[in-house]
Every structure is written in structure tokens, then in C-alpha cells.
């Protein structure tokens, strides 16, 4: 079956440090990779994505490059800032149609000034 | 732009209740979803709709149910409620081209269930 193992936390960080949050998968087929960010109190948005090996999804300056040969996708930030302080989630998704994901458990993330 | 909109944010249930969570999207999206949120824990996928009158469960459908009657809207019915229904909920959308594409799935601000 289809799964995600994602970084536990918490995670506290400084402001301006580097952050990595490591995400692993196991898939059959070709799946699409995600980053989601819930901040506190609000529902989960799309971060970034990346549908094929060797894409790299970037936003905000968050990015990610999924790598088949070891079935990762990691989370990546050259300077973190106060305000990316969430939870963010790791999720796979199957294409052709059929968008169901499966998500990881979610790293939580705080940044302290 | 309202997006996905649920109802309630928040709800305290008897054990045995029962409840409908309302979910209503603006975007005209054929695929809707329900997940439920544990704490500490990843999204689980209660059930699913590609599109007015399709439904299908997901990977813990037990204790509810939906309905599609209308693309807009995707209740989900909680029947005797149970402590273990104790969530946060999560509607979500999206449109699907039938591609492959990763397309964007939207999600709401959440229902907070507590069963008691």
C-alpha cells in the first residue's frame, strides 16, 4: 500500500535558520508529491508540488525535489521566519484522475525570534 | 472568495447523537472529500466523490455516511456518535482532468467533534 513517513517533531527552530524536514514514501504506481501547511486554526494549503522525479516544487521560499531513487521529498528553507511557524504535511497522491492522498502525521514547526 | 465552506467549526455531541457536518464548495469541482485529523496524527480519508450522485469510501468510512446530490454540496452524517468519532474534520475539493497532473486539492477550515 501507499504510505509516508514524515520527520517527527516538534521542531524549533531560530529565526533565520536553515530548515529541513525530511519525508520518505512508499507507493505503487507514480505518485504526485505535496507539502502542506496548516497554520493554527485554519484548514491545510497546498505548499508546493512536484508530479515526476527530479522536479523540484518551490514556493515562498520553501522547496522540495522528489527523488525516486530514494523514494524522498524532503522540505527545504535557506531562512526561516516567525510566521512559518505550522504544521506541515507530507502527502502522496495518485493520478489519472483519482486525487486521493495520503498524508503523513505532520511536523509541527516553531520559530522563535 | 469563499472557496470550501464548512459547518459548524466547533460541536460537543452525546454519545449516540447524531450530526451532519455540512460542506458546500464555489469552485465547481467535481472531486469532493472528507478527512478526519487525530492528533499527532496524518489526515485519513473518510470518503470520497468524483462528481453529483458518486460516492466511495475511503480508508475509515465506519460510522458515517454521505450523500452527492448536487456538485456544490457533500454532507457527512454521523450516526450514534462514539467517543472514537472525536476529530477534526475536513472537507476538501478539487477538479480532476483525468490527467495526470497532482492537481490542487482545497481544503476547509475544519470541525472541531468532540463526543462525550
Known amino acids: 500500500g501507499n504510505s509516508v513517513t514524515q520527520m517527527e517533531g516538534p521542531v524549533t527552530l531560530s529565526e533565520e535558520a536553515f530548515l529541513t524536514i525530511n519525508c520518505t514514501y512508499t507507493?505503487?504506481?507514480?505518485?504526485?508529491l505535496f507539502w502542506y501547511v496548516q497554520y493554527p486554526g485554519e484548514g491545510l494549503q497546498l505548499l508546493l508540488k512536484?508530479?515526476?522525479?527530479?522536479d523540484k516544487g518551490s514556493n515562498k521560499g520553501f522547496e522540495a525535489t522528489y527523488r525516486k531513487e530514494t523514494t524522498s521529498f524532503h522540505l527545504e528553507k535557506g531562512s526561516v521566519q516567525v510566521s512559518d511557524s505550522a504544521v506541515y504535511f507530507c502527502?502522496?497522491?495518485?493520478?489519472?484522475?483519482?486525487?486521493?492522498?495520503?498524508f503523513g502525521t505532520g511536523t509541527r514547526l516553531t520559530i522563535i525570534p | 472568495n469563499a472557496g470550501v465552506t464548512q459547518t459548524p467549526k466547533f460541536r460537543i455531541l452525546k454519545i449516540g447523537q447524531s450530526m451532519t457536518l455540512q460542506c458546500t464548495q464555489d469552485?465547481?469541482?467535481?472531486?469532493m472529500y472528507w478527512y478526519r485529523q487525530d492528533p499527532g496524527m496524518g489526515l485519513k480519508l473518510i470518503y470520497y466523490?468524483?462528481?453529483?450522485?458518486?460516492?466511495d469510501k475511503g480508508e475509515v468510512p465506519n460510522g458515517y455516511n454521505v450523500s452527492r446530490s448536487t456538485t456544490e454540496d457533500f454532507p457527512l452524517r454521523l450516526e450514534l456518535a462514539a467517543p472514537s468519532q472525536t476529530s477534526v474534520y475536513f472537507c476538501?475539493?478539487?477538479?480532476?482532468?483525468?490527467?495526470?497532473?497532482?492537481?490542487?486539492?482545497?481544503f476547509g477550515e475544519g470541525s472541531w467533534l468532540t463526543v462525550v
Open positions: 476538501a475539493s478539487s477538479r480532476s482532468t483525468g490527467r495526470s497532473g497532482g492537481n490542487t486539492i482545497y
Open positions: 512536484a508530479t515526476k522525479a527530479d
Open positions: 469552485m465547481n469541482h467535481n472531486y
Open positions: 502527502a502522496l497522491g495518485l493520478n489519472f484522475g483519482n486525487e486521493k492522498l495520503t
Open positions: 466523490s468524483v462528481g453529483a450522485g458518486i460516492t
Open positions: 507507493a505503487t504506481g507514480y505518485p504526485s
